[in-house]
């Protein structure tokens, strides 16, 4: 994909990541935690690791105050924002905002992108457009919207419409009548104070259509599978729960692009190109058959060797170094078509008093 002297060109960059770096104790790890959405440590030493050698140096900031601090010796570096913090809902595009604010270049998609992308009802609109099939679903924000979900076709998945990894699903998110749901949106409304989303279950296998690239052109698209290796047809019965992301080693990743119809990358390159500044994009879905069904869209993806994203360009033959420097040749390549950064003289505004 890239030639040795682009390879030796990045040793000319310094690499600027944001992450929140913390360290998790799994015991204290419940249902409704934020924190496992969150960067751990374990995770940035380990694309460190891996990717430090090819660069000229790596800094690393564990929040966007940090960051914004430092933010004048970085004007000609790249960032990878990698931090998701807890509560704002606006928490995925914070890092990105401010890069593009103070004209700096960074990997994957931009605050419209990852904003969007993280209210899973606003993005089934975003899939529809570009021929992506959806479940049909209902988007509950308050207590008088639950008499709606009488009109659902059971079963259906009760989870919360805004977090990631799974966080408020477990077995009892996937309802088989009304008075469930109604029981099972209450609690996650009053927990999270935060929308749910309840939408008819698919059944099938769990794939992720992974892709990389930019407006230019979209270099990497591969399928990957997340399955149980002593339950090959679990998730024709169950939902991708928060234990089993909690407890990754009771599943297993392989190489799924050959299963999944031409059509679904061909829609999946559309999306991407839609969204314009992405870069990085995991569109999650079920596989039944020869059918695919979108249940939501990541490009605030775990970048970990052993998660989909880069797990998946791994079991199609890549090792987890080229996947790393795929995204950053890829980053330094992108043109931004508009800057937040403009700057105009006061002398040159006219004052709206006098129009």
């Known amino acids: 994909m890239y030639s040795d002297s682009q390879l030796k060109s990045l040793a000319s960059t310094t690499l600027v990541i944001v992450a929140d770096s913390v360290v998790l104790d799994a015991a204290a790890i419940h249902l409704l935690s934020k924190d496992i959405d969150r960067t751990e440590r374990r995770h940035v030493e380990e694309l460190v690791a891996a990717i430090r050698p090819l660069l000229k140096d790596i800094v690393i900031y564990d929040s966007p105050n940090a960051f914004i601090e430092a933010i004048a010796r970085h004007k000609a570096d790249l960032v990878l924002p990698d931090w998701s913090g807890r509560d704002s809902w606006n928490r995925s595009g914070l890092v990105p905002a401010v890069c593009e604010s103070a004209g700096i270049a960074y990997i994957g998609g931009d605050a419209y992108t990852k904003i969007v992308c993280q209210d899973k009802f606003l993005a089934k609109s975003l899939c529809t457009h570009?021929?992506?099939?959806?479940?049909?679903?209902?988007?509950?924000?308050s207590p008088e919207k639950l008499d709606a979900l009488d009109l659902c076709a059971f079963?259906?998945?009760v989870k919360p419409c805004y977090e990631g990894s799974s966080i408020g699903v477990d077995d009892k998110s996937l309802v088989n009548s009304a008075s469930e749901a109604h029981t099972r949106a209450m609690?996650?409304?009053?927990?999270?104070?935060?929308?749910?989303?309840?939408?008819?279950?698919?059944?099938?296998?769990e794939i992720s259509i992974c892709l990389l690239g930019n407006q230019s052109e979209v270099a990497l698209v591969e399928a990957g599978e997340r399955y149980l290796p002593n339950d090959e047809h679990y998730f024709d019965r169950n939902?991708?729960?928060?234990?089993?992301?909690?407890?990754?080693?009771?599943?297993?990743l392989r190489l799924?692009?050959?299963?999944?119809?031409p059509i679904y990358f061909d829609q999946a390159r559309r999306l991407f190109k839609l969204l314009q500044k992405v870069e990085i994009l995991r569109v999650d879905g079920r596989l039944n058959g020869k059918d695919f069904t979108v249940i939501e869209l990541t490009p605030?993806?775990?970048?970990?060797?052993?998660?989909?994203?880069?797990?998946?360009?791994?079991?199609?033959?890549?090792?987890?170094?080229?996947?790393?420097?795929?995204?950053?040749?890829?980053?330094?390549?992108?043109?931004?078509?508009?800057?937040a950064n403009t700057r105009t003289s006061v002398d040159n505004i006219q004052n709206p008093l006098e129009i």
């Not at 799924?256 to 119809?261: E, G, I, Q, R």
Request: hydrophobic fraction near 45%.
């Open 130 to 141: 570009v021929g992506l099939r959806t479940p049909s679903a209902i988007f509950v924000d």
């Open 155 to 157: 079963p259906c998945v």
């Open 187 to 205: 609690e996650l409304l009053n927990a999270l104070k935060a929308p749910v989303l309840v939408e008819t279950f698919q059944p099938g296998r």
């Open 239 to 252: 939902v991708f729960s928060f234990e089993l992301k909690k407890n990754s080693k009771r599943t297993a």
């Open 256 to 261: 799924a692009t050959a299963d999944v119809p």
């Open 300 to 339: 605030d993806t775990h970048l970990g060797a052993r998660a989909e994203y880069a797990g998946t360009f791994i079991q199609a033959g890549m090792t987890y170094t080229e996947v790393l420097a795929a995204m950053i040749l890829n980053a330094r390549a992108y043109r931004p078509g508009q800057t």
